[in-house]
C-alpha cells in the first residue's frame, strides 16, 4: 500500500543531509573573501592610526585566554574588526596613540560547540550509509539482513516447469540421438552404474550462431524432467575481484542440493578463455572464476547426477583444460541444417501461420542454403510482416520472396533518386556478374538481379540460388567464385572504358578468397601444400599479444605474388566470357533498366534470346 514512502524518506533525509553539510561548509567559508571584499589586518589599522582616523577602539577579551578581537570606529563613521593574539600588548600599542580603549572580557567558546560540526557530520555519514543499506536490500528483495551481502550468490535461473521437449526441436536428429543417453541417465542412472559407465559430467555444444545449441538444452532438461539452471558466461564475472569465483560455487552447491540436475552455461567462452593470454596478461578476475569452475568440475563424484552443458561459437579460443576428459568430456557439434532439417524448422515456425496455397516449404528450404535455424525463424516472421502490412489474409509466396531479399540483401529503398546514367552503369555492372552465375558451371543458378539501392552504398544486387549443400569446394569452383566478383568491374570496364568505386566490396572477396587458397588451402604450384596463415585474432580474445610470422619476407613476397596472380588470371577469363556474351550484356542491362528488378525466368529468357542466331540486336 505504502511502496513510495520509503524512496520519499529516502530523498528528505538526502536532502537534509545535504542542507546540513552545506550549512557547515558555508559557516567555514570567508565571506569578504568570496565577495572581493580585502581582509582588514594590523598594518591597515597602524597606518590609520599615524595619520589620525581611528576614533575609538574597544576590545573584547576571551576569557582564559590571551587572545581577543579589536572593534575599530573610524571619524568617518566606519567601522572594522581585527582578531588579535596578545590583548596586552595590542592595548598598551593603542594608547601609545594617544587613545584610551575600552576593554572587556567574553566567556571563551565551549569546546563542545567547537566539535559540534564535526560530530554532526560524523552522525550524518553513519545514518545516510545505514539507510543506503536498508535501500539496497529493498531493491533487491529485502528479507532479514537485505541481499546486499548476497552479491556472491548465482544468478543462474532455475527452471522447474520446463515445458520444451526433443521434438520441439527440429533438423538436428543425429544431435539429439547423442543426447538421449543423457536423458536415460539422468531417469535411470542405476541402469549405467550397473554397467560400470561414466556418464560425461560435462558436454559442450559448439556451433554458429542461431543453430539451436540453447533450445537444445532446455529440451534435454525438459524431456528428462529434472531442474533446469541456465546461466551465461558473462554473469560470473564482474569488476570486483573474487565475485566470479563466489558465483561459480553457490551455483554448483545450489546444483548439487537439487541433483539430479542440468547446470547449462551459455556463452562460455566469455568466462573459459585461454588463461594467460590477451592484454590483461596473467592472473586477473576471469581467470580466478574460470580456475574455480575447474575446481568444482573435477570435485564431481562419478555419476553424481549433475550433468554440465555448455554452448559457445569460439570453441578455438577456450581454455586447453576444460576442454579435457572429466570436465567437458564430450564436443557435439550444432552445424547449420541441410535442406532437410531446414524444411523440418520452417514446418515448425509455420505452424501458427497462415500460408497461402502457393507457398512450398520444400523449394523454401532449397533456396535458403546456409540459414540457421533463427535465420529461417527470422524469415518467416518478416514474411508475416510483410503479408500484415499489405492487409493479407494469408503469407504468399511473394512474401516469402522479399523477406528473403530483405533478410539477405537488405529494404530497398525504391524511393532513393537515381541519374540515368548510375541505374545504366549499375545494369551492367550487375548483368556482368549474372551472366557469370549463368555460364561457369560451378555457380548457382541466378534467382533475382536488381539495379534498386539497397543499405548505405550498395547500387544494386545480384542473388543467387543455392541449389545444393555443399560441405567441401575445389579449387576450380573457388576460382569461378573469383570470376564472379570481378565480373561487374570487367562489364564497366568493358561498356564505359572507364571504371567505378562500384566493386570496392567485389574486389574485397575476390582478394581475401584468393589468399585463402594461397595461405589456407595450399592451392599454390609455386608454394605448395604448406599453411601460411596466420592468427588474425586479437589479442583481446584470447590470443597471445606477441605474435610473429611463421615465414620469412621472401615467403611473403612470394604469397602477394601468387594472389595476383590468381586475381589476373581470373580477371583474364572473366573477361573473355562477357566478350563473348556482349549480346547478351546489352539485352539483360536494357531489361533491368525497364524493369529495375527481374527474375530468374526473365533473366534466363533474355540470355537465351539473346545468344540466338536469328535475333538481332
Known amino acids: 500500500m505504502n511502496n513510495s514512502r520509503g524512496p520519499r524518506l529516502f530523498g528528505a533525509l538526502i536532502l537534509i543531509?545535504?542542507?546540513?553539510?552545506?550549512?557547515?561548509?558555508?559557516?567555514?567559508?570567508d565571506m569578504n573573501s568570496l565577495m572581493g571584499i580585502k581582509p582588514y589586518k594590523r598594518g591597515m589599522l597602524e597606518t590609520q592610526l599615524d595619520n589620525n582616523m581611528v576614533a575609538s577602539v574597544s576590545i573584547e577579551q576571551k576569557l582564559n585566554s590571551r587572545g581577543g578581537t579589536l572593534y575599530i570606529t573610524l571619524k568617518d563613521g566606519s567601522e572594522k574588526?581585527?582578531?588579535?593574539?596578545?590583548?596586552?600588548?595590542?592595548?598598551?600599542?593603542?594608547?601609545?596613540?594617544?587613545?584610551?580603549?575600552?576593554?572587556?572580557?567574553v566567556p571563551g567558546e565551549d569546546w563542545f560547540i567547537s566539535l559540534l560540526p564535526t560530530i554532526i557530520m560524523a552522525v550524518v555519514c553513519v545514518f545516510f550509509f545505514v539507510i543506503m543499506l536498508n535501500m539496497m536490500s529493498g531493491l533487491s528483495g529485502g528479507g532479514n539482513g537485505g541481499k546486499l551481502m548476497e552479491f556472491g550468490?548465482?544468478?543462474?535461473?532455475?527452471?522447474?516447469?520446463?515445458?520444451?521437449?526433443?521434438?520441439?526441436?527440429?533438423?538436428?536428429?543425429?544431435?539429439?540421438?547423442?543426447l538421449n543417453e543423457i536423458v536415460d541417465f539422468l531417469k535411470t542412472p542405476e541402469k549405467f552404474a550397473k554397467m560400470g559407465a561414466r556418464i560425461p559430467k560435462g558436454i559442450l555444444l559448439e556451433g554458429p550462431p542461431g543453430t539451436g545449441k540453447t533450445l537444445l538444452a532446455k529440451a534435454i532438461a525438459g524431456e528428462a524432467g529434472v531442474p533446469f539452471y541456465s546461466i551465461s558466461g558473462s554473469d560470473f564475472v564482474e569488476m570486483f575481484v573474487g565475485v566470479g569465483a563466489s558465483r561459480v560455487r553457490d551455483l554448483f552447491a545450489e546444483a548439487n542440493a537439487n541433483k539430479p540436475c542440468i547446470v547449462f552455461i551459455d556463452e562460455i567462452?566469455?568466462?573459459?578463455?585461454?588463461?594467460?593470454?590477451?592484454?590483461?596478461?596473467?592472473?586477473?578476475?576471469?581467470?580466478?572464476t574460470l580456475n574455480q569452475m575447474l575446481v568444482e568440475m573435477d570435485g564431481f563424484s562419478e555419476n553424481s547426477g549433475i550433468i554440465?552443458?555448455?554452448?559457445?561459437?569460439?570453441?578455438?579460443?577456450?581454455?586447453?583444460?576444460?576442454?579435457?576428459?572429466?570436465?567437458?568430456?564430450?564436443?557435439?557439434?550444432v552445424g547449420r541444417p541441410d535442406v532437410k532439417g531446414r524444411k523440418e524448422i520452417l514446418e515448425v515456425h509455420s505452424k501458427n501461420k497462415n500460408l497461402g496455397s502457393d507457398v512450398n516449404l520444400e523449394e523454401i528450404a532449397r533456396t535458403t542454403a546456409g540459414y540457421t535455424g533463427a535465420d529461417l525463424e527470422n524469415l518467416l516472421n518478416e514474411s508475416a510482416i510483410i503479408a500484415t502490412k499489405r492487409d493479407g489474409a494469408y503469407i504468399n509466396e511473394d512474401d516469402i520472396k522479399k523477406a528473403i531479399i530483405k533478410t539477405g540483401i537488405g529494404t530497398e529503398k525504391k524511393s532513393k533518386i537515381v541519374s540515368d546514367k548510375e541505374k545504366r552503369i549499375t545494369a551492367y555492372h550487375e548483368t556482368g556478374h549474372a551472366i557469370l552465375f549463368h555460364v561457369l558451371d560451378d555457380m548457382d543458378p541466378v534467382y533475382t538481379i536488381s539495379i534498386i539501392p539497397t543499405g548505405v552504398s550498395a547500387a544494386g544486387y545480384t542473388m543467387p540460388l543455392p541449389e545444393t549443400d555443399e560441405m567441401f569446394n575445389t579449387k576450380g569452383k573457388m576460382k569461378h567464385r573469383i570470376m564472379v566478383s570481378l565480373g561487374g568491374r570487367i562489364a564497366e570496364a568493358l561498356i564505359f572504358e572507364d571504371i567505378t568505386t562500384g566493386a570496392s566490396s567485389d574486389i574485397q572477396k575476390a582478394t581475401e578468397l584468393a589468399r585463402s587458397m594461397v595461405v589456407r588451402y595450399g592451392m599454390s604450384d609455386k608454394l605448395g601444400m604448406i599453411n601460411y596463415e596466420t592468427d588474425g585474432d586479437e589479442v583481446f580474445i584470447g590470443r597471445d599479444l606477441a605474435h610473429t610470422k611463421p615465414y620469412s619476407d621472401k615467403t611473403a613476397a612470394l604469397i602477394d605474388e601468387e594472389v595476383k596472380s590468381i586475381i589476373d588470371e581470373c580477371y583474364k577469363e572473366a573477361e573473355k566470357i562477357l566478350k563473348d556474351?556482349?549480346?547478351v550484356l546489352h539485352a539483360v542491362s536494357k531489361l533491368l533498366i525497364e524493369k529495375e528488378r527481374i527474375t530468374r525466368e526473365e533473366f534466363e529468357k533474355a540470355f537465351d534470346n539473346a545468344m540466338d542466331p536469328a535475333v538481332t540486336w
Open 308 to 333: 554440465v552443458l555448455a554452448a559457445t561459437n569460439r570453441v578455438d579460443i577456450l581454455d586447453p583444460a576444460i576442454l579435457r576428459p572429466g570436465r567437458f568430456d564430450r564436443k557435439i557439434m
Open 153 to 178: 550468490k548465482s544468478r543462474a535461473k532455475m527452471i522447474k516447469d520446463n515445458n520444451k521437449r526433443l521434438q520441439d526441436v527440429a533438423g538436428l536428429d543425429e544431435e539429439k540421438e547423442d
Open 581 to 583: 556474351h556482349e549480346k
Open 269 to 288: 567462452d566469455a568466462v573459459a578463455r585461454r588463461r594467460g593470454t590477451g592484454m590483461g596478461g596473467g592472473h586477473d578476475e576471469r581467470e580466478q
Open 17 to 29: 543531509a545535504f542542507l546540513i553539510i552545506l550549512g557547515i561548509f558555508v559557516s567555514k567559508l
Open 81 to 105: 574588526s581585527l582578531n588579535v593574539t596578545d590583548v596586552a600588548e595590542t592595548e598598551s600599542w593603542i594608547r601609545s596613540y594617544g587613545i584610551d580603549p575600552d576593554v572587556s572580557e
